[in-house]
């Protein structure tokens, strides 16, 4: 058996400059810091949370849409449809209201042909919570100022409980995503509280 010298040993790596650190920390929440981001756009001047329930629909479609495509990876994909659907929609004076019910009747009876339901329970709960989530935000709009920003803010704050559930249990969709809409959702809704 052979000795092993003090500098034959394997040394432990040098730790990195705080900078580095905390600049990789940050990074590393930046699906927190781009929720923030999107709220902030979103609470500018807000004077009527309804418009708001365009986000709480658009949230549980996406989980609906990630669900039933059983890949937690095409969620950033399918985001970014529907903010590109919904900006085209505005571009050309379009109402988007009737394209997303539509689309969430869609997606709702695919996801009931295709066995959602009978999924794991969290991947199952996304019909019933865009029913809820959906339902909400199509009734908030059509409410007065004050009663449907109340109803999108409980909307808004229940889908971030949510997100938070999906995020713990790593289901449904990227825990980036559900970080991200955990933050958009919580404090956008906190934000119509206050500012509505």
């Known amino acids: 058996m052979s000795d092993i010298s003090p500098s034959a040993a394997p040394t432990a790596a040098p730790a990195r400059p705080l900078p580095i650190r905390v600049l990789l920390g940050v990074a590393h929440r930046w699906p927190t810091w781009l929720g923030l981001a999107v709220m902030a756009q979103n609470a500018f001047g807000l004077d009527d949370g309804r418009p708001q329930a365009l986000i709480v629909f658009l949230a549980a479609l996406i989980y609906l849409g990630t669900a039933l495509l059983g890949r937690p990876a095409v969620v950033w994909p399918l985001f970014g449809a529907c903010v590109a659907g919904v900006t085209v929609l505005r571009l050309l004076d379009a109402e988007p209201w ?83 809409c955990a933050v958009l959702d919580f404090t956008l809704g906190v934000a119509i509280l206050v500012l509505v």
């Open 98 to 180: 009737p394209a997303l019910v539509g689309g969430g009747v869609c997606v709702a009876v695919l996801a009931l042909a295709g066995g959602v339901a009978r999924r794991p329970p969290l991947t199952a709960l996304q019909l019933p919570a865009m029913l809820l989530f959906g339902g909400a935000a199509v009734v908030a709009v059509s409410l007065s100022p004050v009663a449907g920003s109340y109803l999108v803010a409980a909307a808004l704050i229940g889908h971030a409980v949510q997100d938070v559930i999906v995020w713990r249990a790593n289901q449904v969709v990227t825990r980036s995503l559900a970080e991200f």
